[in-house]
T-cell receptor
Framework: SQQGEEDPQALSIQEGENATMNCSYK?????LQWYRQNSGRGLVHLIL?????REKHSGRLRVTLDTSKKSSSLLITASRAADTASYFC?????????FGKGTRLHILP | GAVVSQHPSRVICKSGTSVKIECRSL??????MFWYRQFPKQSLMLMAT?????????EQGVEKDKFLINHASLTLSTLTVTSAHPEDSSFYIC????????????FGDGTRLSIL
């Protein structure tokens, strides 16, 4: 079963706008991770937020974590065409990392 | 940064052929490697966890005899799809970590397997 569930499943926005993706998970976690996947490629780790953190920034990325609601969000500010990709949240479970279904983000020129 | 190389990137072969996919960690020692399968526009489905020098741990529903995994060294794991059939066509991705804590995984670029 999946540990993370992202929404929306797909998102199209104009270049320059902000994109927000949400993730909900089921069990307690030590950290939550966000990855990006360009079409036909492997995944690239973007950011990890620990369970005792509420917000974390990395460049144009901002991740929040609400452990009481078992949810996280990824915000990409000032989107660019190169941000077009699928974004997955992932949460550790036992010795594995379980990925959500992902959000397909499309940046319109 | 940590680099994982996966080879080949694309395979097209006839039904009944066995196909081997390699996953190498180029600049770190990978105590654990993971093999995933991904269908179009779907998430990654974990197939098995591979630890150097020991047998792989397969997820429920994954056939051990169908998907042979070998992790002979700290930098190489292989996945062999035996007697592949069209339903085995998929995108296979490996990842590696340097320890078994819940640190980020480093992914290969995937292998697109097409069985005719």
């Amino acid at each position: 079963s999946q540990q993370g569930e992202e929404d929306p499943q797909a998102l199209s926005i104009q270049e320059g706008e902000n994109a927000t993706m949400n993730c909900s998970y089921k069990t307690s976690i030590n950290n939550l991770q966000w990855y990006r996947q360009n079409s036909g490629r492997g995944l690239v780790h973007l950011i990890l937020i620990r369970s005792n953190e509420r917000e974390k920034h990395s460049g144009r990325l901002r991740v929040t974590l609400d452990t009481s609601k078992k949810s996280s969000s990824l915000l990409i500010t000032a989107s660019r065409a190169a941000d077009t990709a699928s974004y997955f949240c992932a949460a550790p479970r036992d010795d594995k990392i379980i990925f959500g279904k992902g959000t397909r983000l499309h940046i319109l020129p | 940064g940590a680099v994982v190389s996966q080879h080949p990137s694309r395979v097209i072969c006839k039904s009944g052929t066995s196909v081997k996919i390699e996953c190498r960690s180029l600049d770190f020692q990978a105590t654990t490697m993971f093999w995933y399968r991904q269908f179009p526009k779907q998430s990654l489905m974990l197939m098995a966890t591979s630890n150097e020098g020991s047998k792989a741990t397969y997820e429920q529903g994954v056939e051990k005899d169908k998907f042979l995994i070998n992790h002979a060294s700290l930098t190489l794991s292989t996945l062999t799809v035996t007697s592949a059939h069209p339903e085995d066509s998929s995108f296979y991705i490996c990842s590696a970590v340097s320890d078994r804590s819940s640190k980020p995984q480093h992914f290969g670029d995937g292998t697109r397997l097409s069985i005719l």
